[in-house]
């Protein structure tokens, strides 16, 4: 569109539809329909492939012309091929950061919520997923990694079944809640460790330990996240297999991960300790049997030290 008032010093060439309202100091040829307004004035030829409509003031010092687009190439016109401009189709760089920061920021405040949810409702189960990703985390990385494949799969399948999507966004969910409560127990565990190790507290509350070590570890991931989408792939994703897995072996906490290689532990051996005899209160004792009354002991004293009984006590 060339509007009233606006002039252009040279030929015009498009590939489309061309409104004129100002001023052409040139030729004008258009693959496509031309409109020549009132105002419009054009000071050499005019040729469209398409409808030429000139209006009652229009002018056009030159010819005008209808062509076909067989006659393109044979029209004396300087022709210029198409310009394409990359246009960005998302918002500006610095609106993308800022929103990846927000995003971050508000992933750490939910984070710290659930740790303190979690933590208060099942610190037995936080507690349990912890000790299993302390002491057995190869078990704990390898079945965290086989759990995201079957439930890959399944809730894929799930999906595309349309009658059974909504089961699919169930085990979605299940999975998330899983991977959420593995790293509020591996906050724990770092929560725990930066509490006795770097402010030597003496006391430490599982709840504070959860908050503090979840809001570390959310935000180092976010901070690794900003800075590289590749070193969180490499860095933080093993971290969920990690924390899945000994979610899974625990069954969500709710039983200890008892091997932690393999077999139950060993408990130590305890001797055997033979029962006392007993004896018949009818059954005659032996003179022998029966220990001299110690000096100094009358009805009524406790039997000695050693455990033996009196001449009177035994009868």
């Not at 971290?239 to 290689?261: E, I, K, N, Q």
């Given at each position: 569109?060339?509007?009233?008032g606006a002039?252009v010093?040279g030929d015009v060439?498009?590939?489309?539809?061309?409104?004129?309202?100002?001023?052409?100091?040139g030729?004008?040829?258009?693959?496509?329909?031309i409109s020549l307004?009132?105002?419009?004035h054009v000071?050499?030829?005019?040729a469209?492939?398409?409808?030429?409509?000139?209006a009652?003031?229009?002018?056009?010092?030159?010819?005008?012309?209808?062509?076909?687009?067989e006659?393109i190439?044979?029209?004396?016109?300087?022709?210029?091929a198409?310009?394409?401009v990359?246009?960005?189709?998302g918002?500006?760089?610095?609106?993308?950061?800022?929103w990846?920061?927000?995003?971050s920021?508000?992933?750490?405040?939910?984070?710290a919520l659930?740790?303190?949810?979690?933590s208060?409702?099942?610190?037995?189960e936080?507690?349990?997923?912890?000790?299993?990703?302390?002491?057995?985390?190869?078990?704990?990385f390898?079945?965290?990694?086989?759990?995201?494949?079957?439930?890959?799969?399944?809730?894929?399948?799930?999906v595309?079944?349309l009658?059974?999507?909504?089961?699919?966004?169930?085990?979605?969910v299940?999975?998330?809640?899983g991977?959420?409560?593995?790293?509020?127990?591996?906050?724990?565990?770092?929560?725990?460790?930066?509490?006795?190790g770097?402010?030597?507290?003496?006391?430490?509350t599982?709840v504070?330990?959860?908050?503090?070590?979840?809001?570390?570890?959310?935000?180092?991931?976010?901070l690794?996240?900003?800075?590289?989408?590749?070193?969180?792939?490499?860095?933080?994703?093993?971290?969920?297999?990690l924390?899945?897995g000994?979610?899974?072996?625990?069954?969500?906490g709710?039983?200890?991960?008892?091997s932690?290689?393999g077999?139950?532990?060993?408990?130590?051996?305890v001797?055997?300790?033979?029962p006392a005899?007993?004896?018949?209160?009818?059954?005659?004792?032996?003179?022998?049997e029966?220990?001299p009354?110690?000096?100094?002991?009358?009805?009524?004293?406790?039997?000695?030290?050693?455990?033996?009984?009196?001449?009177?006590?035994?009868h």
């Amino acid at each position: 569109t060339i509007k009233d008032g606006a002039s252009v010093s040279g030929d015009v060439v498009v590939f489309g539809a061309l409104e004129v309202a100002g001023t052409v100091d040139g030729n004008v040829f258009t693959a496509g329909a031309i409109s020549l307004q009132d105002t419009a004035h054009v000071s050499g030829n005019v040729a469209a492939t398409g409808v030429i409509d000139q209006a009652e003031g229009a002018t056009v010092d030159g010819n005008i012309e209808e062509v076909e687009e067989e006659d393109i190439p044979d029209l004396d016109f300087p022709f210029i091929a198409p310009v394409s401009v990359d246009v960005p189709s998302g918002p500006p760089a610095w609106v993308e950061t800022l929103w990846r920061i927000g995003r971050s920021i508000l992933t750490v405040l939910v984070m710290a919520l659930f740790a303190l949810l979690l933590s208060s409702i099942w610190p037995k189960e936080i507690e349990r997923v912890s000790d299993t990703i302390v002491n057995a985390p190869i078990p704990a990385f390898g079945m965290g990694l086989l759990s995201f494949l079957i439930a890959a799969v399944v809730i894929t399948g799930l999906v595309i079944t349309l009658c059974l999507s909504p089961l699919g966004l169930i085990g979605a969910v299940i999975v998330g809640l899983g991977v959420a409560l593995g790293w509020v127990a591996l906050g724990a565990i770092l929560g725990d460790r930066i509490l006795r190790g770097l402010f030597k507290a003496s006391t430490v509350t599982p709840v504070g330990a959860a908050i503090l070590g979840t809001v570390v570890v959310t935000l180092l991931a976010a901070l690794v996240n900003l800075a590289s989408e590749c070193l969180f792939i490499i860095l933080v994703l093993p971290l969920f297999a990690l924390v899945a897995g000994a979610v899974t072996l625990t069954r969500f906490g709710t039983m200890p991960y008892a091997s932690h290689g393999g077999t139950a532990r060993p408990s130590a051996p305890v001797a055997p300790v033979a029962p006392a005899a007993r004896r018949s209160w009818t059954e005659p004792v032996a003179s022998s049997e029966v220990s001299p009354e110690p000096e100094g002991t009358e009805d009524g004293d406790l039997p000695s030290p050693d455990g033996e009984l009196s001449d009177e006590e035994t009868h």
